[in-house]
């Protein structure tokens, strides 16, 4: 079976790849140009024989497929197809599509957070020119829902030169190294409003403190009077 890489739509095969160590060795192997079951099982933190059987579960799926063999040719290597991975909701879509859809959106979000996170942690130890080039931006633009599509078709156009895979046809420069560019572009949801506490709720939080206070100050002393006997 073949993904939809314009836009999966398949629910099988996104709630494959919406597992997290699926996700995990799909990252890998866009890095690394191919790689065994046993190097992808160390990136994911399993055992070779489950690094195997998720290699099969996104081969079957159109996610990655054999790689030409190394050395002797007694380890099978497996790599990407080389192709984006994106999802989105349509209206058409029954509620079997969208909740994979949704689910898998979410499995994005968590593991690209995590990359993230694990840059920001390191920023400090990277060289100088790396910290320069480590950037977190975050930007509010007034858009209509065409200019919103318009935008991230350019900043795809702009990125897709970098892309790893092209990258290696084309030829990778000397210092470059496996970077990554998140892009989220959404309307903003207005958040809930709960206002202001009332001055009756804040006498009364301020009561309720007093109290867990003065028994808290009670327990303290008989608690010292038990201990003075025996």
Known sequence: ????????????????????????????????????????AEIAGITPSAASY??????????VEDAPPRGDGR??????????????????????????????????????NQEADRALASVETEPEEWRDATVFDRTRVKVTAEELTGLYKAIRELIEPYAVRRRE?????????????????????????????????????RGAEAEQAEREAKGAKGGSGEGSQG
């Open 1 to 40: 079976m073949t993904a939809d890489f314009d836009g999966l739509s398949d629910p099988k095969a996104m709630r494959a790849l919406a597992h997290p160590a699926r996700l995990q060795i799909l990252n890998r192997l866009g890095v690394e140009e191919s790689a065994t079951a046993t190097e992808v």
């Open 54 to 63: 998720h290699l099969r579960m996104l081969a079957k799926y159109g996610f």
């Open 75 to 112: 380890e099978r290597l497996w790599r990407t197809v080389g192709k984006p991975l994106s999802v989105g909701l349509l209206p058409e879509d029954q509620p079997e599509v969208r909740d994979a859809k949704v689910a898998l959106m979410a499995a994005f979000r968590r593991e690209a």
């Open 169 to 205: 046809k084309t030829g990778v420069p000397d210092g470059a190294r496996a970077a990554e560019v998140q892009v989220n572009l959404f309307p903003v949801i207005t958040r809930p409003v709960p206002g202001l506490p009332t001055e009756d709720h804040g006498l009364a939080q």
